[in-house]
T-cell receptor, first 115, second 113 residues
Framework: KAGVTQTPRYLIKTRGQQVTLSCSPI?????VSWYQQTPGQGLQFLFE???????NKGNFPGRFSGRQFSNSRSEMNVSTLELGDSALYLC??????????????FGPGTRLLVL | GQQLNQSPQSMFIQEGEDVSMNCTSS?????WLWYKQEPGEGPVLLIA?????ELTSNGRLTAQFGITRKDSFLNISASIPSDVGIYFC?????????????FGKGTHLIIQP
């Protein structure tokens, strides 16, 4: 069974631009979560989508948004990029039950560099 | 918000040595998770712990859920080169939602042959 895929794997943007990252979950998984990983802050939860609805949200500014499509694929968007947005963005998928976070499978991430 | 202190930040060890790392929290969790991340990959779940005092093994890896529910430990015995990577702990709130998953900042394990 194919794993979680994320595209693109690497991205370079400049301040003020916006970016859209894509995540395709494991077939049959309906929950997709997004995380930001930086050396200073570690892994931080951005948001989770289930059945095209945002089910949980972390403490990130409104510049960070996401959506999920009917096939469970998800995108996240960051508008008005700042230097501090440089990070590895990870998505993780799971079947979607309320207590199955321990069965999340992570993708390889998209490394975003903001210049 | 929740704070997870993971230590040590990095470890330089010889192949064959045992490794210990731990995470402590200011608050109680009801689930502890341990992940490993290799370069260019996302974290992979190693061990999940659900009860205070629980000791669980996965091959050469052994993890424990602290009795106070505020800490967890991971041990790796007889380390081998493929153990290299970053090990993360994560604690989960009772609510179970993804926003309840808090990660430590990782322990970088480097093994010298």
């Amino acid at each position: 069974k194919a794993g979680v895929t994320q595209t693109p794997r690497y991205l370079i943007k400049t301040r003020g631009q916006q970016v859209t990252l894509s995540c395709s979950p494991i077939s049959g998984h309906r929950s997709v979560s997004w995380y930001q990983q930086t050396p200073g802050q570690g892994l931080q939860f951005l948001f989770e989508y289930f059945s095209e609805t945002q089910r949980n949200k972390g403490n990130f500014p409104g510049r960070f948004s996401g959506r999920q499509f009917s096939n469970s694929r998800s995108e996240m968007n960051v508008s008005t990029l700042e230097l501090g947005d440089s990070a590895l963005y990870l998505c993780a998928s799971s079947l979607g039950g309320t207590a199955d976070l321990e069965t999340q499978y992570f993708g390889p991430g998209t490394r975003l560099l903001v210049l | 918000g929740q704070q997870l202190n993971q230590s040590p930040q990095s470890m330089f060890i010889q192949e064959g040595e045992d490794v210990s790392m731990n995470c402590t929290s200011s608050s109680i969790f009801n689930t502890w998770l341990w992940y490993k991340q290799e370069p260019g990959e996302g974290p992979v779940l190693l061990i999940a712990l659900y009860k205070a005092g629980e000791l669980t093994s996965n091959g050469r890896l052994t993890a424990q859920f602290g009795i106070t529910r505020k800490d967890s430990f991971l041990n790796i015995s007889a380390s081998i080169p493929s153990d290299v990577g970053i090990y993360f702990c994560a604690g989960l709130y009772s609510g179970g939602g993804a926003d309840g998953l808090t990660f430590g900042k990782g322990t970088h394990l480097i093994i010298q042959p």
